[in-house]
């Protein structure tokens, strides 16, 4: 995987879809460059930092975390600078890393899940906490970059934090748009049609999601639109 350029100032690690790794982001303002999500694992974020050092970019200052699910956090250990998280997405994580602790539950997790057995066939799995927790929204000053780090509703984890950056017309989602993979993958309409309204509100015209290339503003509301019913 190659490392890809959005505007001047976003740089992105696509998603890898036979091993569930989601989309790496580093924003690099003028004073600060902010990732969004920490990975699969140590190995995910390493070849991130790798594709960065090669491009000649910083690593970044601070990372700010999407939702609490594997694929998004367990490299968080191996996490250059902070990570920032909302209060829901540092709780639901203590949860994992205390179940985790039981000499049984690895192998237990590999059994039932193929993409963590793939990811960790060797490695042990470290769950980490974040070093910075906000409720509601942050507002972060990367330098001639705003990231507005805020909750939101979703089908997907009730944890979700987007990432809006307005200078660029970006907004970063993680898996907000899926279902719950708790649940079936079932997608509540209630709460997607809150995800939408909020969606609708922000000013952007290119939308992130974990798995899935950049697409436009009105290309996944259109897609959303056909999930609400």
Not at 40 to 56: I, R
Not at 83 to 103: F, H, I, K, M, N
Not at 152 to 180: K, Q, R
Request: net charge negative; charged share 25%; hydrophobic share 45%.
């Amino acid at each position: 995987m190659e490392l890809n350029k959005l505007g001047e100032r976003t740089f992105w690690l696509p998603h890898q879809p036979e091993n569930d790794r989601p989309m790496l982001v580093l924003l690099k303002g003028d004073r600060l460059a902010l990732a969004v999500d920490a990975g699969a694992s140590a190995a995910h974020v390493e070849e991130f930092y790798a594709q960065l050092d090669d491009a000649g970019l910083p690593r970044p200052d601070l990372t700010a975390i999407t939702h609490w699910h594997w694929d998004h956090t367990f490299g968080m250990h191996r996490a250059h600078g902070l990570t920032v998280a909302c209060r829901r997405t540092g709780e639901l994580l203590a949860q994992a890393r205390a179940s985790l602790a039981d000499p049984a539950a690895v192998p237990a997790l590999k059994r039932s899940e193929e993409h963590i057995a793939c990811e960790y066939a060797e490695a042990g799995i470290v769950v980490a906490l974040p070093d910075v927790v906000f409720d509601g929204e942050l507002l972060l000053d990367l330098g001639g970059l705003t990231a507005r780090v805020l909750t939101a509703a979703s089908p997907h984890s009730d944890d979700t934090v987007l990432v809006h950056v307005p200078e660029e017309g970006l907004l970063f989602l993680g898996d907000a748009t899926c279902g719950d993979p708790f649940d079936g993958w079932r997608v509540d309409e209630e709460r997607l049609r809150a995800l939408m309204r909020t969606i609708e509100g922000i000013d952007c015209e290119t939308c992130l999601l974990g798995h899935a290339d950049p697409l436009g503003k009105g290309e996944l509301l259109g897609y959303l639109a056909t999930l609400a019913g």
